[in-house]
């Protein structure tokens, strides 16, 4: 009888051991699996509404992004939950033929690019302003961080035209020139005496007309400072014009 | 034979369901326990050295102004606070300080103790472009992230006012001795411009502008009722001053 007791108290306490050896397994699993998942990026795709041949751009975490991404800011905060978030907020323009979107996360795997998950495909009417985003936790018990790719959709302005107001160290107005689409060029030149000038951008969106202003610095321009300025085409195609400011060269 | 299986299988279950009561019975003891010695931290101090040292006071003590052990220094910007309930606080913002002359900072979180003394828990010093420190209780959690600015010596502050064709209309040279300065800004004026000079280490100048457009200070939507500068004197010490823009003659002068 006794050895009867035996034989079941080792089932027992071999039957206990092994599932607690299988959960163990189990967990460390998920947790290598998901350790070698990198998410590198986003891809944006617009089409029209008859969702074919879409166009395509990528935006990299590394800054690498598509000539149509205008702005980017990335912001780090913690959420709710204490994880240590990293936002990637990417600005993206439609147009009205081009008014229909879906953004997919690209992944790196064990050293290969891949294409994660998409997010469906949504048209929306003209002017309407959208923003999808898509957000992953890393599952490491030791890392409790989150990375979002928030791309926030807006539909094309029309260029107007940008005044360049050039200023003095005294705040004296030295010049002013106004750029539409018939006298554009690749660059602009502003006066050595120039301490700063004023950029008003004008521009349409739908009927309303808008206008943005920045201050830029003598110092930024000898820095390379350049700027892009996007508009519809007239046969509603998108189209985007790069200026490199420079400063005038001295006469010696 | 079966009749001695089922006992065995009994006593097991048995067993097991005492055990699960007694983790329980001890969890929560443990919990009411904790939960009748829930603190909260009063502030977290930031010391550059033994000279040099900041508050930030908590939003759970913020009010009780009367018997205010310290206040929270202005050498923060784009500060945060993201409250959850009474239980939960993340700040996130700027710290302002000269990091050519200090490399370091050590934060800690401050505690009233049930003498009222000031007690200060585990001092962590950060060298990097970031601190962050944070506290758990249990049912109770505090996090505290700041990004190091460095500030260098600030010369000048001028408010430049534009009219309509965007010529100059007015200049005001703000008094850097005076920490707290109004400014009005004329009616006539389109926008303005906050021109502030900064020296580097190197003794070379540049400017950091700021243009307003004039009905960002309209009315009781006024974004620039406090706008601190901060800078280093001519002594090399770090100071505030802070600006409270309003229209002239709008009688919403701070």
């Known amino acids: ?252 | 034979m079966t009749k001695l299986i089922k006992y065995l299988i009994f006593s097991f279950t048995i067993l097991i369901l005492l055990g699960c009561q007694l983790v329980y019975i001890d969890k929560t003891t443990e919990t009411s326990t904790n939960q009748d010695i829930i603190r909260k931290p009063y502030a977290i101090k930031l010391k550059l050295d033994e000279n040099t040292i900041d508050y930030y006071v908590t939003s759970y003590y913020r009010g009780d102004d009367e018997d205010k052990k310290f206040t929270t220094s202005h050498f923060y910007s784009n500060v945060h606070i993201h409250l959850i309930g009474n239980d939960k606080e993340i700040i996130t913002g700027n710290y302002h300080f000269d990091m050519d002359r200090y490399q370091c900072v050590i934060l800690s979180y401050l505690f009233i103790n049930e003498n009222d003394e000031i007690e200060e828990h585990n001092p962590e010093m950060f060298c990097e472009d970031q601190a962050h420190i944070s506290y758990t209780s249990n049912n109770y959690s505090h996090s505290f992230t700041m990004n190091f600015v460095d500030v260098d010596i600030l010369e000048s502050i001028e408010i430049v006012e534009f009219d309509k064709h965007d010529n100059k209309l007015k200049i005001q040279r703000i008094d850097l001795n005076n920490p707290e300065i109004s400014v009005f800004i004329s009616k006539d004026a389109k926008d303005f411009l906050i021109n502030k000079k900064y020296i580097d280490k190197n003794g070379e100048a540049y400017y950091v502008r700021k243009l307003v457009n004039r009905t960002e200070i309209e009315g009781l939507n006024n974004k620039y009722s406090y706008y601190p500068v901060i800078g280093l004197n001519q002594e090399n010490v770090r100071q505030s001053i802070v600006l409270r823009f309003s229209v002239q003659n709008e009688g919403l002068a701070v």
């Open chain 1, 1 to 252: 009888m006794k050895r009867v007791y035996l034989v079941l108290i080792v089932f027992v306490t071999l039957f206990f051991i092994s599932s607690c050896e299988l959960v163990s397994s189990t967990t460390e699993k998920t947790t290598t699996e998901n350790k070698t998942i990198e998410y590198v990026g986003v891809k944006i795709s617009i089409l029209d509404n008859f969702i074919n041949d879409p166009l395509v751009d990528y935006y990299y975490i590394d800054g690498e992004k598509g000539l149509y991404i205008y702005d980017v800011s990335v912001k780090e905060y913690q959420d709710d939950s204490g994880a240590q978030v990293i936002e990637h907020e990417i600005n993206y323009h439609l147009t009205p033929k081009y008014n229909c979107f879906y953004i997919t996360t690209l992944i790196r795997e064990n050293g290969d690019l891949k294409e994660l998950d998409s997010s469906t495909a949504t048209c929306t009417d003209f002017m309407a302003k959208f923003s999808h985003s898509i957000g992953y936790g890393y599952k490491d018990s030791k890392v409790n961080e989150k990375i979002i790719f928030k791309v926030n959709f807006s539909f094309m302005p029309n260029f107007i035209s940008y005044e360049v107001i050039e200023y003095d160290q005294s705040h004296n107005k030295l010049v002013s020139k106004t750029i539409t689409l018939d006298n554009i060029s690749d660059e602009y030149i502003i006066q050595q005496d120039t301490a700063y000038c004023k950029i008003i951008y004008q521009y349409l969106e739908g009927e309303v007309s808008q206008s943005d202003v920045k201050i830029i610095d003598h110092k930024d321009i000898i820095n390379g400072y350049t700027e892009r300025f996007y508009t519809l085409t007239e046969n509603d195609e998108r189209a985007f014009y790069i200026i490199q400011f420079k400063v005038e060269p001295t006469n010696s």
